[in-house]
């Protein structure tokens, strides 16, 4: 069963401007980390954000966490043509063995 | 080298017929996993393993089976392929003592059961 739920589906852009992507889930977690993908290829571990977090920075990225609203948010500022892959967050189920669940993922389009 | 190689990275095969894809690691990690991703589903657990020798079932684990017989090796198989096995499979290691550095994954094998 799918725990996070990325929005929108879809996005695109012009380089330069900021990407907003928006990542809810259901039940409680631990952490929560998003995970970029380029087409066809493996994920790549961007940023991990823990529940008593309310924000994290990682360069251009900025994560902020809201555990009330059971919602995370990645901005990536000054976008780039290379930004373009899908964006995927994953929290942990909750338990003691702390297995990922992804959610389906924001393909992000960042045009020249 | 990759940290987490995934063998084959192509592969076509017939309804019925046996395969396996293999993982191995260079990162000394503890666990290991093997996900599904299906166009418009995500990712979705198959099955998981903390140390060698121990398996554990995920979300969608019929139809597959895992073994471990190495900390750097995991091995999934299909045991008769059946079409709607057609995905991108991969596979991924973590340290259970190192949490904060998240999942590290293979290039991803697909898979195409006609």
């Known amino acids: 069963s799918q725990q996070g739920e990325e929005d929108p589906q879809a996005l695109s852009i012009q380089e330069g401007e900021n990407a907003t992507m928006n990542c809810s889930y259901k039940?409680?977690?631990?952490?929560l980390q998003w995970y970029r993908q380029n087409s066809g290829r493996g994920l790549v571990h961007l940023i991990l954000?823990?529940?008593?977090?309310r924000e994290k920075h990682s360069g251009r990225l900025r994560v902020t966490l809201d555990t009330s609203k059971k919602s995370s948010s990645l901005l990536i500022t000054a976008s780039r043509a290379a930004d373009t892959a899908s964006y995927f967050c994953?929290?942990?189920?909750?338990?003691?063995?702390?297995?990922?669940?992804f959610g389906k993922g924001t393909k992000l389009s960042v045009k020249p | 080298d990759a940290d987490v190689t995934q063998t084959p990275r192509n592969r076509i095969t017939k309804t019925g017929k046996r395969i396996m894809l293999e993982c191995s690691q260079t990162?000394?990690?503890?666990?290991m996993y093997w996900y599904r991703q299906d166009p418009g589903l995500g990712l979705r657990l198959i099955y998981y393993?903390?140390?060698?020798?121990?398996?554990n079932k995920g979300e969608i684990s019929d139809g597959y089976s895992v073994s471990r017989q190495a900390q750097a090796k995991f091995s999934l198989s299909l045991e008769s392929a059946i079409p709607n096995q057609t995905a991108l499979y991969f596979c991924?290691?973590?340290?259970?003592?190192?949490?904060?550095?998240?999942?590290?994954f293979g290039s991803g094998t697909r898979l195409t059961v006609v």
């Open positions: 991924a290691t973590s340290d259970s003592q190192r949490h904060h550095h998240g999942y590290t």
């Open positions: 039940t409680s977690i631990n952490n």
């Open positions: 954000i823990r529940s008593n977090e």
């Open positions: 994953a929290t942990d189920d909750g338990g003691s063995q702390g297995n990922l669940i």
């Open positions: 990162k000394g990690h503890d666990r």
């Open positions: 393993s903390f140390d060698v020798k121990d398996i």
